[in-house]
């Protein structure tokens, strides 16, 4: 009779010692190894985080930027010799030489005023030539390189909750454990 309640005392310690472990086991999965002491049963739930993997942005493609610029240069010169300013300037020289003096007086005076004038003409026309310019617009490109890619723009950050691996994507690393709710939906992070 020893024998029996000794073999049961045995199986009963072995039983609560199995039961006792795996409750153990349970809480440490509920709350990601904290212990059933550092929680209450309607306080939060905390799954493990098993890993948490930066999600980069994706690299874009070169691209092309474009402006417009606008660019003055000399307008063409059609009169290289200055013929026409030496022709009006000429002739407006000899009108005014004309009107000075008389006799021989006069035809000195217009031929004086022709060659004067003819200079001045010259020197306007070729001053004015150099001067001129005219404004287009013209429209310049350049390639410009794309990112490389190297932004973290996410989290997949995998957890485990009663034995069970679940994975979210997240806008931080969350740490070593999550707060869940239900058992099932990450709701914050916790450290």
Known sequence: MNRLVVSALNLGLGAALVFGLSACNRDANADGGVGAAAQSQDGPKYARVV????VHEAPSAPQQVCH??????????QDT?????????AVAGGL??????SGKGRTLATVAGAVGGGYAGHEIQQNHQ???T???TQRRCTTVAGSAGDKVVAYDVSYEYNGVTRTVRMDHDPGDRLQVQEGVVAVSDAH
């Open 51 to 54: 890993s948490v993997t930066p």
């Open 68 to 77: 417009d610029e606008v660019v003055t240069q000399h307008k063409p010169v």
């Open 81 to 89: 010799h200055q013929i026409a300013g030496t022709a009006i300037g």
């Open 96 to 101: 005014l030489g004309n009107q000075i003096g």
């Open 130 to 132: 150099q001067n001129a």
């Open 134 to 136: 005219v404004s287009t």
